[in-house]
């Protein structure tokens, strides 16, 4: 792929101009060339859709935030390109305040701004972005990471006024404006991403409905990897075969993965952030796959189901499976308002130890387990995170407000207890050597109780055979 034109501006990455290569094709800078290229363009000058779905929570959330620093000036920056190797760069993400406080998602414009403008009463909060170059303008050809002629065509910022409902201005403008500014916080000052991440810990009706719809596209990722199951396992990664058969549906039905996917069999099921996705699949083992789609708006789904790959559990499988499932179940018990969110992890926890010791495993009396924490030995993580723009969402919210806060209804987070016992671990007996099962929904706090978001997906062990039984064939 080629990013790099001779006349165009030198790429400002990380904040960091970067020298652009001399050993590739330039453009020619004769007069009658530079002439040419100018004339005789006709683009289609139609507004661009701009999917503006969450144009009122934002303004709710940019209401929200204000209520917090009403005398200062907020600078919430988009972010830039981050390189992946030399003139290379990442598709751009922009910072997830950013994409919170505008409703804008996908990969719109890196360097962009929103600014809160403190006024006598209130607040005007500007959009700042770059727009389009005109088409008489060197750059429209020259510049080959932001000209029409090399990316395609971009929205006007009457496209983005209009899918925002704020003012917006030219990013040129950006430096003179705020240079009269006193008091100006940014998302490097902890204060400001802290409260941008506590507004994050309440999602709004609209929000809700994107996180549905990454769910439901997630789900059909997941049959599309079991449908591919046995075909898998001709391939020596077949891990990464199917690891492609969900990026496909994740990046035709949604935006992308929300994360990176861990496809786990066998024994890799007992590394927790197995990602590598290098193994072989077969029958008789198990497959881990730890999987959420990104939806445009780039609220994503967190999914993961445990599957015996030949369809059937063995009798030690379905064992640690119906334990795991059964501290998933104590956990959603807990899920409702007022409780804290500390308790959803100590119940699956509660279940977790007592099922070890019923295993065998361990020993001593379940009050002791708990008070030593011996069973997280074999369940190392929490049983939930808040869940949101960002797969582990709100992680500056401090203690008092995350894991000893107190839940209330609009509050989305994942329950997903795990049980991981590894080849080389002479604590476990042979039996369940090599067994890997987590069990991850979903789950919305509502009004009385909760809503497992993700309760189509089965979840009880004859539900997941008959699952992938029926998919298979």
Known sequence: MSHYSDNGDPKIANSKTTLQPQNRSRLPVDSKFLQMMKANWQFDTKPKLIDSSLKSAAKIHRDELWSNFSNQTLVIDAGSLKVRS???????????????????????????????????SSYTAVLYIRPPYDLTSDKFYSNSY?????????????????????????????AKDIKSQKFILTLQDPQLLEVTDQLRLIKL??????????????KKGFEAVIKQLDKAKLYDRAERY??????????????????ETIVAAGHHATILHWIRNTGQIKDGELLLLDAGCEVDSLY?????????????????????????????????????????????HNAAMREIAQGLIDLGILKISLDEVLDKQLHRRWMCHGTSHHLGIDVHDCDHVKKDGY????????????????LYFKT????????????????????????NGCENLSQDFPRDAQSVENWVINLKN
């Open 403 to 418: 894991i000893n806060g107190t839940l209330k209804e609009g509050m989305v987070f994942t329950i997903e207890p795990g």
């Open 424 to 447: 080389f671990d002479n604590l476990i007996p042979d039996i369940y050597k090599g067994i890997g099962i987590r069990i991850e929904d979903d789950v919305l706090i509502t009004k």
């Open 242 to 259: 199917l690891e492609g058969v969900f990026h496909q549906q994740a990046i035709t039905l949604g935006n992308q993965e929300g994360y």
């Open 146 to 174: 932001y000209g029409e002629f090399w990316i395609g065509s971009r929205p006007k910022l009457i496209d983005f006024a209009n899918a925002t409902g704020l003012t917006t201005k030219s990013l040129s403008d950006y």
């Open 205 to 218: 009706p609209e929000e809700i409905k994107q996180l549905k719809k990454a769910v439901a596209v997630t």
């Open 86 to 120: 030399n003139d290379t760069d990442y598709k751009f993400r922009p910072a997830s305040a950013f994409s919170h406080l505008t409703g804008l998602g996908q990969d719109y414009d890196p360097e962009a701004k929103l600014v809160f403008y403190p006024t006598n």
């Open 300 to 344: 994503t789904a967190d999914i993961t189901r445990t599957m015996p790959i030949s369809g059937s559990f063995s009798t030690a499988q379905k064992d640690i499976y119906n334990l795991v499932l059964k501290a998933a179940n104590a956990g959603f018990t807990k899920a409702k308002p007022g409780n804290k969110f500390i308790d959803v």
